[in-house]
């Protein structure tokens, strides 16, 4: 035990040494139990006043008390979860420069802001302006988004878009001083981590993989729509952003008395504003009020799985907010009276930033949406979205009935006789959130318990409906996922069989084209009016030339240019025959395991990487993807996501799988584990059958950890070559490289300049997404190498076919990522 408490010590005597200085000064002080005392706060805490009577220290003593023993045991969970793993990592004087600096700087851009906000006549600005506060988890903050300059960009993005989200939220509806130092305090250590480590700053918006950014831009609109909710149950936040805290205000009268209030014609306005607190108050009212959030809580949800009709509702839903915001505005000027402002709640001190702050949240996060509306474009299978809204249209017509009826019930509940034609009138109103209904005079009001759950409730049952019907479309199979053709085509693959790619054809986007005889089948997908396959058509080789020229016939009937992409030399046979155009644009390489043995100079790389492999305790380990456990999944996907993000290039897709492949419980996975159960790599598998038996391996995935074992993607193909040979398969594929190759090929056209413009392109990728520096590293194992081709009708359509290909692997690809792309290619 005093080795490990050494041991902790050595590796981050800065973070522990802080951690210690803090408990003493507050035992010696008395702190520790309600925090510094009113005189030791005046020389010790953050504020503007310490700072304006000279006391410099501040900066800096603030971050060394806490305001009671529950913060000052939260404090030290930060310490010792965060403080020492970052020191570890970056080193201790590093770490000792970064919470110096950042707790100072910040402090004082704190106050900077306390002063700028005070200036203008505002509640949150005075509030600020008197607040003294102490806090250390603001240095610890500090120095972890210092230290993200160290980390892989995927953890580095991440931890800054996560941190940044809930602390700008925090500050806008909080608003306490405490909140805007830590703010303050973690953009100063964000802006000094490049220079502690010497780097650049780099920046997160357009690397990574679709699925880590859609992540991304759903947690910002989360942190939007729960920042509301957030001050509405913080009853203490001051933020710009914290009037939804004033539902919780005291109602001035009950029911019964408001009816006495209102009987009297010199009372109108506080009849009026008695009616809007009435209405606005309980727990039926908030929840209704909340409901539009809710709704747009579940479209952040939908917007990470890339749903466009989640886009679609995230950006209608802040329209209208924005809509209803500025109605809000213009009547709140015209009226000049103290009524609840609609999109939030009362505002007791009026001012421009009261009313336009969230104005502008807003905006800021409609403005996202629309520049990432690329990144959203998975549609719903037909009637998905009419389902939904014929549900919730029935749920409303139920409500409407329930009320009316009940309502009828239960006249005697209400302050007024409320017959037919009332409640008839008043129903619609009640699936409205109250707080949009201020500016209309209710036409009755519940007095007793059992009318006042059908009042305010009713409408709670429609939204929750609303809500769970959206969830379910965002969670049902997206539109394009053709259960019963992939069915039919994992049938035809397994039996006659399909080549080494086509396995290919049951990844999702593929559409399914099948012959009349239903024994041939075709995968394919449109883009720019070309219908791209996917590798080979599946099938019986008798029948190979008969399905071709009908799929091409189908293609054309429908007003397609057909085109075949990354077929073999059987499918580009029969497409000469026809007279089509043949190019060269990938080269395949196939290991033979009949006589496999490394043995030799040629494998001299391969049999390093096992033996340095076995002395290092690295095993191969078969797994599925679903039979995985959930710590290997996961370091799966940071391997996964963390090599796509230090590409700061998109991920392509199309005859290059992703994460989203190996979930197939047929694809096998060979896994680079260590005795700790750390995974370093990761590579996948499709198998390849003939008339139901499988013969052959073809390798898809291939991920490596940054800091792992180096060699160990030989390791693991040599491992899978040499376990596929014992167990007697054919062959193993290790799939084709892109524009790599091309030179090597036979080619139905004369070698000229489509060949050379595809050499050049091929030379031009290359430092950004590597193909050929992948097909030399394939042949380290001594491949077979065979030609893919691409076989179009009419060269002529060659220029829309390119663009075709390029937004099959490039899907999401946007005007501004074409741009870095451009960058990187001329800067390499």
Known sequence: MTTRIGSGVSRAPVALGLLAVIWILALVTGAWAKGPSRELSANIALGVPTFAEGQVWTLWTSGLFASGFGNYVLASVFVLAIAVPVEHRIGSRRFALAVVVSQGAGAALALAAAELASAVPNSWGLELHGH???????????????????????????????????????????????????????????????????????????????????????????????????????????????????LFDQVPYSPRELVDVCADPALHDECRKGQQALRLSGIGPLIMNLMPSVVLLVAAEGLRRGRRAAWLLAVGGHIALIGIAAVSV????????????????????????????????????????????????VRASRGTYRRVWLGTLGAAGLALVLYSVLGTLLAD???????????????????????????????????????TVLFEWVGVLVWTTLCLLLLRSFLAPPAGYDLGGERRVRELLHTPGGSSLSWMSTWAGNRYWFSADGRHAVAYRVHSGVALTTTDPIGEHAGLAGAIDEFARWCLGNGWTPCFYSVGSDTAAIAREYGWSCLQVAEETIVE??????????????????????????EARWTTYTDAPLSVTEQIVDISEEWAADKGLPEMGFTLGGLAELHDPEVRLLLAVDRDEHVHAVTSWMPVYRDGTLIGLTLDFMRRRSDGFRAAMEF??????????????????????????????????????????????????????GFRSLLAFKAKFQPRHRPMYMLFPDAAALPTIGIAVGRA????????????????????
């Open 593 to 618: 395991l009949a006589d496999l043995a490394f043995k030799g100079k040629k494998f001299q790389d391969v049999r390093t990487a096992l033996n340095r492999a076995g002395k290092d305790g690295i």
């Open 132 to 246: 003294l506060t102490v806090d250390p988890l603001s240095w610890v903050l500090g120095a972890l988004l210092a230290a993200t300059a160290a980390m892989h960009t995927l953890w580095r993005r991440r931890l800054r878009t996560l941190l940044l989200v809930i602390l700008v939220t925090t500050a806008l509806f909080a608003g306490h001083l405490q909140d805007v130092t830590r703010l303050c305090v973690a953009v100063v250590g964000l802006l000094i981590g490049p220079v502690l480590f010497g780097r650049a700053a780099r920046s997160p918006v357009l690397g990574g993989t679709i699925r880590e950014r859609r992540t991304l831009v759903a947690l910002v609109v989360a942190a939007s729509v729960l920042g509301p909710v957030f001050a509405a149950f913080s009853p203490h936040a001051i933020g710009p952003l914290s009037s939804l805290r004033e």
């Open 809 to 828: 692997y490039l899907p999401h690809l946007s005007l501004e990522e074409s741009g870095q792309l451009l960058t990187q290619l001329l800067r390499r």
């Open 716 to 769: 693991l193909i040599a491992s899978a070559a040499l376990s596929a040979r014992e167990e007697g398969l054919e062959f193993l594929s290790l799939s084709g490289a892109p524009l790599a190759g091309a030179e090597s090929g036979e080619s139905g056209l004369d070698r000229g300049a489509l060949d050379t413009l595809l050499d050049l392109l091929g030379r031009t990728l290359e430092p950004v997404y």
């Open 413 to 451: 509940g209400f302050d007024r006789d409320p017959g037919i034609g009332t409640l008839l009138r008043d129903a619609p109103l009640r699936l409205l959130p109250p707080v949009y209904l201020q500016l209309f005079e209710p036409p009755v009001l519940p007095l007793s318990p059992a009318a």
């Open 330 to 377: 213009i009547v709140r000027t015209v009226q000049q009276d103290e009524a609840r402002w609609v999109l939030y709640g009362i505002h007791r001190h009026s001012s421009v930033y009261r009313d336009f702050a969230p104005l502008l949240a807003l905006l800021a996060v409609l403005v996202l949406l629309l520049a990432t509306r690329r990144l959203f474009d």
